[in-house]
């Protein structure tokens, strides 16, 4: 029989849990004792280290062929609000994040219908020649999909030439939810899960490290969101390039997603949380993206099993166009201040999790 005392001394003996076991975390109502538990499977790979960094979000494009009903931020080419950042923009951006400390440059956007593999290829040679300090961090699965269907090259092709023009690694966007009768309500037009999972195998194989996401608090179950959990678990079992998981909640407020959306809580956040922590015990790092969680939760979550705050940001689109109502940017005071209060050791990182400094 499953109990909760019996998953914790699963846990505790360094043992694997199980699909059941984590839904049945999810059905229980002892938040604290959940989080407890995650913080020592945390603490066990970490230490008492809450790892950040100082990057800058830049988003080419919000035209995209795309028009996923859960996306605010997705425009139709003419539509009023759509816009194409030029070269000498993004390189500007680039050069003054450089400038201000980032070691890190975050770049996604949208299926642009007008703009051929090579704009993407040229984008990050500009930027590596602007700014030769900044690690790039680069589109998502979806995205390259996409470049793979409009250049006629195969996947590994297209990694092959995105490498040489210097992606150096890649976020985790995307994924949303992978069991695909929740993906066809919500991004229909996207690729299937098995699909976002295939390129993100080969990514691997490939050398580049990526994180994974987790779009919750829509029409998912929490046994959706487990079975996500698991394919992403499977996979770091095979390939080990998974760094960081990052659940993201759900900003309501602007969606045209037209179905009976929950929203998410502060408990249930806490609790996706630190369920993670516990059930994907092959990822070393498990992301709070105070984008969309808002300041006081992410810092709370330090204490349920969550170990990296992201960064900086600067000029964060995709949540704040769907409603998120955290500040646009933190600054790297912030972000110490935050993790020190939180009576963890802040530390800064660089994309790839080699420390920089600990404050």
């Known amino acids: 029989m499953t109990t909760f005392a019996t998953i914790s001394t699963k846990v505790r003996a360094g043992q694997r849990i199980t699909p059941d076991e984590a839904l049945f975390l999810f059905t229980s109502h002892d938040l604290l004792g959940i989080g407890e538990l995650a913080a020592e499977v945390n603490e066990r790979k970490n230490g008492k280290n809450v790892y950040f960094n100082v990057n800058r979000h830049i988003n080419p494009t919000n035209v995209c062929v795309n028009r996923c009903a859960f996306c605010a931020f997705s425009r139709t080419a003419g539509e009023e609000g759509a816009y194409t950042l030029a070269l000498d923009e993004i390189c500007r951006r680039a050069r003054e994040a450089e400038g201000e400390g980032a070691t890190e440059v975050h770049i996604v956007g949208g299926l642009h219908p007008d703009l051929a593999f090579e704009f993407y290829e040229e984008t990050l040679r500009a930027i590596r020649n602007a700014a030769p300090k900044l690690h790039i961090k680069a589109f998502t699965a979806v995205e390259i999909e996409y470049f793979s269907r409009i250049s006629g090259l195969s996947i590994e092709k297209v990694f092959e030439r995105l490498i040489s023009a210097g992606l150096g ?65 499977n996979l770091q079992d095979e390939t080990g390039g998974f760094q960081a998981f990052i659940p993201l909640a759900f900003q309501t407020e602007n969606s045209d997603l037209k179905l009976d959306i929950k929203g998410t809580s502060g408990l249930d956040d806490l609790k996706t949380l630190a369920i993670a922590r516990i059930f994907l015990d092959n990822f070393d790092h498990i992301k709070a993206y105070w984008i969309m969680l808002g300041e006081k939760i992410a810092q709370v979550s330090l204490a349920f099993g969550v170990n990296d705050l992201d960064g900086t940001v600067v000029e964060e689109k995709i949540g704040h166009d769907a409603g998120a109502a955290s500040p646009q940017s933190l600054s790297k005071e912030g972000i110490i201040r935050l993790i020190g209060k939180a009576g963890k050791v802040p530390v800064e990182r660089d994309t790839l999790y080699h420390p920089i400094r600990s404050y």
Do not use: F
């Open 169 to 233: 690694s890649m976020p985790g966007g995307g994924a949303e939810i992978l069991v695909e009768d929740v993906r066809q309500k919500i991004c229909p037009e996207k690729i299937p899960g098995a699909r976002w999972l295939e390129i993100i195998r080969l990514a691997h194989l490939a050398g580049l490290k990526t994180n994974a996401t987790m779009l919750y608090g829509h029409v998912e179950s929490t046994a959706d969101r487990i079975a996500h959990m698991e394919m992403l678990r």
